[in-house]
């Protein structure tokens, strides 16, 4: 077995040598052009002249192309056609592409787009969200409303209100290799692209239409991206476009790279938010109703703000029963950057709303924020699985959460004393009417409470805080519960392509891209255990859209899911067809014909998987095939807000402590410990890389990472001097992580879960610890915003102190 | 176009000679005109450790060094770090720990992480994270880069 086996990265000896080749890297004809955009810098505006002569005398220079210059501008948007490749006129945002330069070199190409002589009528932009909402620039005719029971009377119930706001920054994806492109222009106008890109289909699809050709004259080839983390989803775009444009113009060959300054001005980012919320509890912090309202920046263009959007709704619950509940999400358009997918796609910024309630509940009521929680758990798994009951058991089956959410962890298969409990009642369900039937924070949160000693630490921090004027700590322990598919159910497909040759060597390929999350080493060791053959027999290549078309992006998390099960479906098509051709030589049935340990066995005989391969050759048997797969069940309305937008849930918890300096605001994480759900792992220690390296970076998210624009629309944090993703120094003094090894309950691939996005949200253990400390500083709220920066965590103390 | 300067310099053990701008960058030098690719441009400003390289022993980012100052001296890169098919420990022990993901600061760290150890061969766990916190890397979180470099230390320490 290949599978569930902790094997390192398929391409980590080309890695540690230096050999491992990315776009910028590929050796490139003597003739090819570089290029580099002309900025705006202005937020909001028009041109009113643009002078290029300069530009165009630069040393270097071979074309200067602006909006003018095509009859019709060529489209970037992965959604709504309103990403002209240049500007129109219409200025929309400080950094938004004006022009573009071909030189022979990135230097000369850079340094002549920044002689351009133009000048703006400048119109006001609108920059904030009271802003936007003053003009009512929005997308959407207006806010989008997802409710479930009557909220009002909830509220009006209950024992206690607690209201409040909590304002979230952004965050710059920071993969380390910026965007890049670079275009081969082939004979009949046909190109070749290489792309540093999360989706080779939509840079096909783009390209192609720039150039008024069919899909099949443009073939994406995308060995590796240096990150993406979702920046690489739609921001790639342009980059391509560019090149093809100027390769169908000159006929050589063009790449284009961002400076990081470049990358950090231009492309999207993040979504900020801001969530008010009016909370309904009784007097042991559980919730009888919530009132959501969500606000995000968006920026200039739609983008992909419509699916993230609705997934920040998706997560306003997120592991907590809310028998009434309304979500209410204001998409506005602003003169910025246009905010983009970034891991977790608006997830984590509807689970911090909701976290943030839960620790203010604690904070009112003098609870301990980890009660507040698990009273309000969803209901451990092993209700009646699929049995859509819903109408009118809300209530009572609210009940069943704290029920079963007490005692002590054990180590047994669902942890322990919390072994699922039928629910008489029927079903909970989402605020988006969706049945949560494999709910497993209960016993996860009691195993990792106990296994971290939370109750006892957090004594511990009392007495020591008690006692120290300066210094101050926290902790706090948070869930994640994340769902898995696209939202928008028609991306869930897979494609993948297997051939075996006559030496017994597996070509694979499937419409996955490799960022560094593992997908190509998961997915090839999934193509090894369906042959029985030793790891080395798989050929990982490429992702190319010339060998599996209309792909989706690698996002959303389902990159193994997807694509190991159409890789699955291709393998088990040419095994079977080797199985039907050698029980009918051996004169035995197919199900009797295995493959396992480099052999096929058939009759008393162990046929070596190579020798077996010419054979089948021989015997004229096709020994490639292609293999689809697409998820099933999923099915949503997201008008209405009603179905089942995810397969399934993966799930985990963090408990972080932390502390911080309260003359300075500086803080430090002192230890954190994940327990994380990532099914039957396909590969536990590249699965705990992804929880570890999710961890950091939402950590980074809530606390150093901060983007701050000025008055006039300009980012001011554009380069790691002054936007400070975590570095080595950042990492938890004490880091121990471990993987919830119990099998998914859905049919996944090996039954595994999805695992690159939902440890993100273990980051906001930091924020919430980080609250508790703040809190330990004096006897009011403190209120505590996003980013934590030194600076907030200074404000929040003095807010507690009142 | 000022006139391009004549360097002679050595790179991982071989004398190598490029034409230069006296302007372009060591990291751009490596690149473009000597096709050492394991050297990555980051952030071209010095903050994230991607292109790092020695220089006659030190640790210098390449972004920040002019190619003609390369001259005369002695340039170590990643792809200096086996002895032919025979990874270094650090290599090797990165493979092992599953210390990379996307892999692009990868040779950056290997090549900060040696320098430490060259100096100081057992270094506390403190002193080799902010010896690291110039080598920024997006998907890891550091922890099995730690973990790797602490237990190629330990190994090259038995060796030695």
Sequence with gaps: ?802 | MSKRIHVSTTVNGDEADFLCDPRETLLDCLRDHLGVMGVKEGCGTGDCGACSVTLDGRLVCSCLVLGVEAEGKEVGTVEGMAAGEVLHPLQRKFIEHAALQCGICTPGILVAAKTLLERNPDPTETELRYWLAGNLCRCTGYDKIIRAVMDAAAEMREAS
């Excluded at chain 1, 380390?176 to 222009?185: D, G, I, K, T, Y």
């Excluded at chain 1, 358009?333 to 604690?362: K, W």
């Excluded at chain 1, 039957?680 to 980074?700: H, K, M, R, T, Y």
Aim: proline fraction near 5%.
């Design chain 1, 1 to 802: 077995m290949s599978v569930h086996k902790s094997l390192p990265h398929d391409a980590a000896p080309l890695h540690v040598t230096g050999q491992a080749r990315y776009v910028d890297d590929i050796p490139v004809p003597a003739n090819c052009l570089h290029l580099a955009f002309g900025m705006a810098e202005i937020a909001h505006g028009r041109i009113t002249s643009m002078n290029l002569d300069a530009v165009r005398a630069a040393p270097g220079v071979v074309m200067v192309l602006a909006g003018e210059d095509f009859d019709e501008i060529p489209d970037c948007s992965p959604s709504a056609h309103d990403e002209p490749l240049l500007s129109d006129g219409t200025v929309h945002y400080l950094g938004q592409p004006l022009f573009l330069v071909a030189a022979t070199s990135h230097l000369a190409a850079r340094k002549a787009a920044r002689l351009a002589q133009v000048e703006y009528e400048e119109l006001e932009p609108i920059l904030t969200i009271e802003q936007a909402l003053a003009a009512d620039t929005r997308f959407e005719d207006g806010p989008r409303i997802y409710e479930k029971g009557d909220v009002d009377a909830a509220l009006a119930r209950a024992t206690h209100i607690i209201e409040g706001r909590i304002e979230m920054g952004g965050q710059e994806h920071f993969y380390l290799e910026s965007q890049a492109a670079l275009v081969l222009p082939q004979e009949g106008g046909d190109m070749v692209v290489h792309c540093s890109t999360q989706h080779p289909s939509e840079i096909q699809h783009k390209v192609a239409h720039a150039l008024h050709r069919p899909m099949n004259a443009v073939r994406v080839e995308v060995r590796r991206m240096g990150g993406g983390f979702g920046g690489k989803e739609s921001q790639g775009n342009h980059l391509a476009i560019a090149c093809a444009m100027v390769a169908d113009r000159t006929g050589r060959p063009v790449k284009m790279r961002y400076d990081r300054d470049d990358d950090m001005m231009i492309t999207g980012k993040r979504h900020d938010f801001r969530i008010d919320y009016r909370a309904g509890v009784d007097a042991h912090g559980k919730l009888t109703g919530v009132d959501f309202v969500q606000m995000t920046r968006c920026g200039w263009a739609l983008d992909l703000s419509l699916p993230v959007a609705d997934r920040a709704m998706l997560h306003a619950d997120n592991a907590y029963h809310l028998p009434a509940a309304r979500i209410t999400s204001h998409r506005l358009r602003t003169n910025t950057q246009s905010a983009t997918a970034y891991r977790g796609f608006g997830g984590p910024q509807g689970v911090l709303g909701i976290e943030r309630v839960m620790d203010h509940i604690a904070h009112t009521l003098g609870l301990d924020p980890l009660e507040v929680r698990k009273a309000n758990y969803y209901a451990e798994m092993g209700g009646k699985a699929g049995v859509n009951v819903e109408k009118g058991v809300e209530a009572k089956g609210a009940g069943t959460a704290h029920k079963i959410s007490s005692g002590t962890g054990g180590a047994k298969r669902f942890g322990g004393a919390h072994s699922p409990e039928p629910m008489e009642q029927g079903q909970q369900t989402t605020p988006y009417h969706m049945p949560v039937t494999d709910f497993i924070l209960n016993g996860l949160t009691a195993k990792l409470a106990e296994a971290c000693d939370y109750h006892a630490r957090r004594a511990a921090i009392a007495d020591w805080n008690a006692s120290q004027p300066v210094l101050k700590r926290g902790i706090a322990l948070t869930p994640v519960k994340f769902g898995i598919s696209f939202t928008l159910t028609h991306l869930n497909q897979a494609g993948a392509l297997v051939h075996v040759y006559n030496d017994g060597s597996i070509h694979l390929n499937h419409g996955g891209t490799e960022m560094g999350q593992g997908l190509f080493q998961k997915v090839a060791q999934v193509a090894a255990d369906r042959f029985g053959v030793p790891l080395d027999r798989v050929k990982i290549t490429a992702t190319d859209t010339g060998k599996v078309p209309n792909t989706s992006a690698t996002a959303a998390s389902s990159g193994s899911d997807l694509n190991g099960m159409a890789v699955k479906a291709a393998c088990d098509t040419i095994r079977d067809r080797m199985a039907d051709f050698f029980a009918e030589q051996y004169q035995t049935k197919p199900a009797q014909v295995r493959f396992a340990d480099g052999m096929v066995h058939v009759g008393n005989e162990a046929i070596p998987f190579d020798e077996a391969a010419n054979r089948a050759y021989v015997g004229r048997v096709s020994l490639s095939a292609t293999g689809f797969y697409k998820t099933p069940e999923v099915a949503w309305d997201r008008i209405a807000g009603r179905g089942r937008p995810f397969f399934y849930f993966a799930q985990g918890a963090a408990c972080s402590e932390v502390v911080i300096d309260t003359l300075t605001g500086e803080n430090r994480i002192l230890r954190t410990d994940i327990l994380h759900d990532a099914g039957s792992s396909l590969n536990p220690v590249l699965d705990i890389g992804q929880v570890e390296g999710a961890f950091v970076q939402g950590a980074g998210w809530l606390t150093t990472e901060e983007l701050v624009w000025d008055g006039k629309g300009r980012l001011r944090t554009h380069a790691p001097s002054t936007y400070k993703i975590p570095a080595c120094s950042d990492r938890p003094r004490v880091f121990n992580v471990a993987l919830w090894d119990a099998p998914n309950p859905e049919e996944t691939i090996y039954r595994s879960k999805a695992v690159g996005e939902p440890p993100f949200m273990h980051g906001i253990s930091v924020w919430s610890a980080l609250s508790e400390a703040v809190a330990a500083c004096g006897p009011n709220y403190a209120d505590l915003q996003a980013p934590a920066t030194a600076e907030e965590v200074l404000s929040a103390i003095k807010r507690a102190r009142g």
